[in-house]
């Protein structure tokens, strides 16, 4: 679903954020993407939605490359940030008819998905409010209905679960697990390597802007645990 | 005070580090923009002032020419001061000031100090001219001119007061009321009027003034704030030097505390979760535009800078129809080979059509809202970008608003001007596609200059909406475009013919759709890899 080949991002000023990364995200699964802070999870979570240009290396969506044909790869995709910076002067229910309008989901759709979403993750009472009125929580499941709403192929996540009360979080958790079930890909980062573990599938490490270690949870930790492999892996790598 | 030199610190270093990142050829071109902008200013307020000045020295009444130009600087102050009061206090980073132990007013009083160095800015050019020919052509002594100096750092606190004073009442009603926009809307447009009714008659006024010393004291003293700071000025009376302390330092301490009070980090919002959901679709680009119009009047700062023009106009043509053209004549009078020829009884219906373009075209310089449509968009350009919207038309979503806010009310002026002047189809059509290439052509290069000048990292929306380097360099250059059209219209005038007249607008017209066509060219190309660099 996801194949990302040799990447590399350069910032303007020599910066290295990523370099010759290569891993891929087959149909069906949940892959996690872990690392330092700085280590280049957010750098090349931003190259796979089209927020950064890259020099080197491939990335596509289902078969389609973000550089060739960057709309068709964003219609099929959906990305929800670290921090949702969302328009503050819109109410919740005038984001979702917007998103929902770029993505062209028909009324009868859109109706019945942000109801079953935001009941799920309980702010259907606050979609009428204007987004300023949000909490942090609150935006970031704005931006989880926003993501789910036009039913993406992949979905790319960087630390979607911060600021989520617990019961959201579980909720998160579930609509990502059925999300892949039904042939979907999910690429995100996070820092909690107990719900990686929990959760993925497979697993990257990345340190410095180089992957360390990728792989099945099995292949990747055996039988220690994700926080001392992850504490190991990037130790040795220094 | 050691916290506010602080936080100046920080903003100054904030302000420099967000031009560093763009370039320095994007730089040199915005400062010379900014400098050709502030000349003009300042020749045009020095020349009010000083022939103003001058026609009352020569009368002997130069201390009701310090008093006129005090007033004056005061009312251009108070014009800046009030349209700035309307903007939000609030910026993205007053929640982590207010989290830290700074108090709140050093935080307002550094958000306060560019405000103010303007106001100082406008009074010193104002005021020296005023002073300099009073002490050199008036023959006082330069201890008048070291006083003038001195109080020419302390004449904006009164304007800054008010103007505090109207930004505590706006925030006020925008929590507790509906009507806190509409309220800011009127209270800025009537500064900005006063300051048009004021500013350019009143050297006219002066010129018109035959009265003795005497009966300019007794004039003065009915305003007597400003009787007490031109006194301080002009004899260095005690007592009125005391009364300016007086009326312009406590008042700005109080408006400080007023403000400080009113700093809070909590905001109000409205309950809405008993409204019924609603689920309107529309398309993609029909999205894009809803979208842009709803940042548009989502935002005071942004409704407030271009609405006016829009606004004005309309109430200036609706004007011209009362009055018909016959109330313009007599304001049009010019020697011809030792007689006096009202312009009016020369107006062709060709001509009728240049200066009700020309006229329209003026306001359509200060109406776009594409400078700032890209800045605007700050950290949430994440959006946008990730979404599958092609670039281009995003960008034409720019254009379409700012076309959408203008160019309804510019046709109905056009039309009204048509009938009152009689002019004709012919006239009024021309008059039609000329405005609505021009402010075509006005939002393609607002759009250039706001996505050369992008600024995303904004902490307050006033700081691309109003003092942008797009939103300055575009007014600019759109004045500088207006002038060729407008000579070729005035050549044609002179001329006076009217199949020639016809044949110079309709040459205008190409011209205008040439340069059109070239701006959105560069838009669809340079501004589209341009866009898609961005990074909020």
New interface residues.
């Given amino acids: 679903m996801l194949k990302i080949e040799h990447l590399t991002k350069t910032y303007p000023g020599g910066k290295v954020g990523v370099q010759d990364l290569t891993l891929e995200v087959k149909p069906g699964e949940i892959y996690g993407f872990i690392g330092h802070n700085g280590a280049g999870k957010t750098t090349t979570i931003k190259a796979v939605?089209?927020?950064?240009?890259f020099e080197q290396g491939t990335v596509t969506i289902d078969g389609v490359s973000v550089i060739d044909d960057p709309?068709?790869a964003?219609?099929i995709?959906a990305?929800i940030?670290d921090n949702p910076?969302?328009?503050d002067?819109?109410?919740g229910?005038?984001f979702l008819?917007?998103?929902?309008?770029?993505?062209?989901?028909?009324?009868s759709e859109?109706?019945g998905r942000?109801?079953k979403y935001a009941d799920e993750l309980e702010i259907?009472?606050?979609?009428?409010?204007?987004v300023?009125?949000y909490s942090h929580g609150m935006k970031q499941k704005l931006a989880i209905i926003a993501a789910f709403i036009h039913e993406p192929k992949l979905l790319v996540m960087d630390e979607p679960f911060v600021g989520l009360d617990p019961k959201a979080a579980f909720s998160v958790k579930q609509m990502m697990r059925e999300f892949c079930d039904k042939g979907n890909a999910i690429f995100f980062s996070t820092h909690v390597l107990e719900v990686a573990e929990k959760l993925c599938d497979k697993i990257a490490i990345i340190k410095g802007g180089r992957l360390i270690a990728s792989g099945t949870m099995e292949e990747v930790k055996g039988d220690s645990s994700l926080e001392e492999v992850f504490l190991e892996v990037t130790e040795e790598a220094h | 005070m050691r916290t506010l030199l602080i936080l100046l610190r920080t903003n100054f270093l904030s302000l420099v580090g967000s031009y560093r990142k763009k370039g320095t050829v994007s730089v040199i071109a915005a400062t010379v923009g900014l400098v050709v902008l502030g000349l003009f200013m300042i020749a045009m307020f020095a020349i009010i002032g000083g022939s103003t000045t001058f026609i009352l020295v020569e009368k002997d009444l130069a201390e009701f020419a310090i008093f006129l130009s005090v007033g004056l600087s005061l009312v251009i102050a108070l014009m800046f001061g009030v349209t700035n009061s309307t903007r939000d206090a609030r910026g993205n980073d007053t929640d982590m000031l207010l989290s830290m132990p700074i108090p709140k007013s050093a935080i307002v009083l550094s958000k306060l100090l560019g405000l103010y160095l303007l106001d100082v800015l406008c009074a010193l050019v104002m005021l020296v001219p005023t002073y300099l020919i009073v002490c050199l052509v008036g023959g006082h002594s330069f201890a008048l001119f070291a006083r003038g100096m001195v109080f020419a750092f302390l004449l904006p606190a009164l304007p800054l007061f008010i103007s505090l004073l109207f930004s505590a009442l706006i925030t006020y009603l925008k929590k507790a009321t509906k009507f806190g926009q509409i309220f800011s809307t009127i209270v800025s447009m009537a500064a900005i009027f006063l300051y048009m009714i004021v500013v350019p008659n009143i050297s006219s006024y002066a010129n018109n003034m035959n009265i003795s010393h005497a009966e300019s004291v007794t004039k003065m003293k009915q305003i007597l704030p400003f009787y007490w700071m031109t006194e301080a000025v002009y004899s260095g009376d005690l007592f009125c030097v005391a009364m300016t302390l007086l009326i312009t330092l406590i008042p700005l301490f109080f408006a400080v505390y007023i403000h400080t009070r009113g700093l809070n980090g909590s905001?109000f919002?409205?309950?809405?979760?008993k409204?019924a959901?609603?689920?309107?679709?529309?398309?993609?680009r029909?999205?894009?535009i809803?979208?842009e119009l709803?940042?548009y009047f989502?935002?005071s700062n942004y409704v407030m800078n271009t609405l006016f023009g829009t606004l004005m106009l309309l109430g200036l043509v609706i004007f011209f129809a009362i009055k018909g053209t016959g109330g313009l004549s007599g304001h049009f009078l010019t020697e011809t080979d030792g007689e006096t020829v009202d312009l009016l009884e020369r107006m062709l219906p060709s001509i009728w059509a240049a200066c009700g373009a020309i006229f329209i075209n003026f306001f359509a310089c200060m109406t776009y809202t594409t400078p700032s449509s890209v800045s605007i968009e700050?950290?949430?350009i994440?959006?946008s970008?990730?979404?599958?919207?092609?670039t281009k038309v995003i960008l034409q979503s720019k254009i379409a608003v700012s076309l959408l806010i203008y160019q309804p009310v510019s046709i109905i002026c056009c039309i009204i001007i048509s009938i009152v002047t009689k002019c004709g189809i012919l006239g009024c059509l021309l008059m039609i596609i000329l405005t609505s290439l021009f402010q075509l052509l006005t939002s393609l290069v607002g759009l250039i200059f706001g996505l050369i000048y992008a600024r995303l990292d904004w902490t307050n929306e006033a700081q691309v909406v109003k003092s942008g380097f797009a939103v300055v360099l575009t007014m600019v250059i759109c004045f500088l475009l207006a002038i060729p059209f407008t000579v070729a219209s005035v050549a044609g005038i002179i001329i006076h013919q009217n199949t020639l007249m016809y044949l110079i607008l309709g040459g205008e017209v190409i011209l205008m759709a040439g340069l059109c066509a070239g701006a959105y060219a560069i838009i669809t190309h340079y501004g589209v890899r341009k866009y898609?660099?961005l990074?909020?």
């Avoid at chain 1, 259907?124 to 204007?130: D, I, P, V």
């Avoid at chain 2, 970008?385 to 092609?390: A, H, N, R, S, V």
Wanted: no cysteine; net charge positive.
């Fill in positions: 939605v089209g927020l950064h240009k709309l068709h964003k219609s995709t990305y940030p910076e969302l328009y002067n819109l109410t229910m005038q008819n917007f998103v929902a309008d770029i993505f062209k989901v028909p009324k859109r109706k942000i109801e259907r009472s606050a979609l009428n409010n204007q300023a009125s | 905001n919002h409205a309950d809405n979760s409204k959901l609603s689920f309107k679709s529309s398309s993609v029909k999205a894009s809803i979208m709803r940042r989502s935002s700050g950290k949430r994440w959006l970008k990730t979404l599958p919207i092609p898609e660099s990074n909020g």
